[in-house]
């Protein structure tokens, strides 16, 4: 189940990194890059974390 939410979540990573070499962008979407970047490490973690989830929980 991890592989098959790390795939769009690389997907989503290369669209923020896509959009931080633009250049030039609105302050407002320069913030939203930067909170959705933040918020894309989070799921990662969260995503890297799921076998160790499931090991536990299995006993």
């Not at 633009?22 to 970047?37: H, I, K």
């Not at 973690?45 to 076998?51: A, E, M, Q, S, T």
Request: glycine share 6%.
């Amino acid at each position: 189940m991890a592989h098959q939410l790390r795939k769009p979540l690389a997907t989503i990573g290369t669209g923020l990194e896509l959009l931080r070499r633009v250049g030039e962008l609105p302050p407002a979407a320069v913030r939203a890059r930067d909170m959705m970047r933040r918020q894309l490490r989070h799921l990662v973690v969260l995503v890297d974390d799921l076998p160790d989830v499931v090991r536990v929980s299995r006993g």
